[in-house]
């Protein structure tokens, strides 16, 4: 039994170790990726911040209810919410932690939304999958899909209305960004 | 000693290694399983009220906010607050939110607990942790499949698997085929 005892909290310390190793490499790049960003400039500088390393503070003003896997927050300018997801070493997001301000560090990320995505999308729902595979993992959020799906509006009319959005861009496809958490702190 | 003997032992202390893990994942099962009814995280329960007498949008604040929580006699904790809308006002709450209509006046509490036990279960069962739990977690997994087959051999004569035993082992493979060939096939 003492030997097990022993046995599990090696384990338990190496499974920690590796955690804290991973916290540390990506703190150790910090200095050379961090860039400061606002909830308010974040649309006009975050094309140029995807893969790198940020810290970002704002209010929490939603928490997922389903899985705690995304927030939401903003800043002054409450018509701009920057969608928050868990990462590795944060497992999920306490539904409590709604109107909290928080820093977060995280990687920006990017779900490039062209045609070969919508098409993907359209199978989906024509396969009738669509209720089965309900938002992508690290694509249009849940929330969004779900707007469209569960609110009524067809999503084939909600593919449609991208398309639309895509060749209103003058570009062959639209970018939707979030940032994928490292660590994060209450501020207030 | 023989083989029969050899399963029991097995068998007994493969249980009572994994008990605890049998109870939570039991217990998130259940909890999940009725995902359409109800939160098996947070317990959130919303109260309705109205509130009159509001001002302009830009004199709202926090002393407003705070004469309308006492004028509602609800005891909740002021945290923050911010215009989710052109006229919602939405107030955050050390227990919930409190979101308002300032047109209407119509206003909806929402209170947010977390819900013990279920909570901490379903944490595990979702594999949140991850990593080491990961590895720990499919070792369960294993037993369990492990305790279901030596199940079938721990008695021997007519209640066992080659008598009644059979017949009842029969219906529980039956009857999630039954779904399947309903609901899926």
Redesign the interface.
């Known amino acids: 039994m003492k030997r097990l005892i022993f046995i599990i909290s090696v384990?338990?310390f190496?499974?920690y170790s590796?955690?804290y190793l991973s916290r540390k490499s990506s703190g150790e790049n910090s200095a050379l990726n961090l860039s400061e960003l606002t909830t308010d400039n974040f649309s006009d500088k975050i094309a140029d911040n995807v893969g790198k390393e940020v810290t970002i503070s704002g209010?929490v003003?939603h928490v997922c209810?389903r899985s705690?896997q995304r927030l939401f927050i903003?800043g002054e300018d409450?018509s701009k919410t920057i969608r928050v997801t868990t990462g590795?070493n944060i497992?999920?997001f306490?539904?409590?932690l709604?109107?909290?301000?928080i820093t977060v560090r995280g990687i920006v990320k990017e779900l490039i939304i062209d045609e070969a995505y919508l098409a993907e999308w359209e199978a989906e729902v024509t396969d009738g999958a669509a209720e089965e595979n309900k938002g992508h993992e690290d694509g249009l959020d849940e929330h969004q899909k779900e707007e469209s799906e569960g609110s009524g509006t067809d999503p084939l009319a909600s593919i449609q209305k991208l398309r639309e959005d895509i060749a209103a861009s003058g570009k062959d496809h639209l970018s939707d960004y979030w940032i994928e958490t490292l660590e994060f702190s209450i501020v207030e | 000693m023989n083989i029969r003997n050899w399963i029991r032992i097995l068998h007994r202390d493969t249980g009572y290694i994994f008990f605890g893990m049998c109870i939570v994942y039991g217990l998130s099962g259940i909890a999940l399983n009725h995902l359409d009814d109800w939160n098996p995280d947070y317990v959130i329960t919303h109260k309705s009220f109205s509130v009159s007498d509001i001002p302009d949008k830009d004199a709202i604040g926090k002393d407003w906010i705070l004469s309308v929580i006492s004028g509602a006699d609800l005891d909740v904790n002021y945290r923050s607050h911010y215009f989710s809308g052109a006229n919602t006002l939405k107030v955050f709450l050390k227990e919930g939110a409190i979101t308002v209509d300032i047109k209407s006046g119509e206003a909806q509490l929402e209170q947010i607990k977390r819900r013990p036990v279920f909570r901490e279960v379903n944490f595990l069962h979702y594999n949140k942790p991850k990593k080491l739990w990961t590895w720990f977690s499919d070792i369960f997994a294993v037993s369990l499949i492990f305790l279901a087959s030596t199940g079938l051999f721990m008695v021997k004569g007519k209640k066992g698997i080659t008598g009644r035993g059979a017949w009842l082992t029969l219906l529980g493979i039956i009857i999630p085929l039954i779904f399947l060939f309903i609901y899926l096939w």
């Open positions: 384990l338990l190496i499974n590796c955690s209010r003003t209810r705690g903003t409450s590795e497992p999920v306490d539904i409590t709604e109107g909290n301000m």
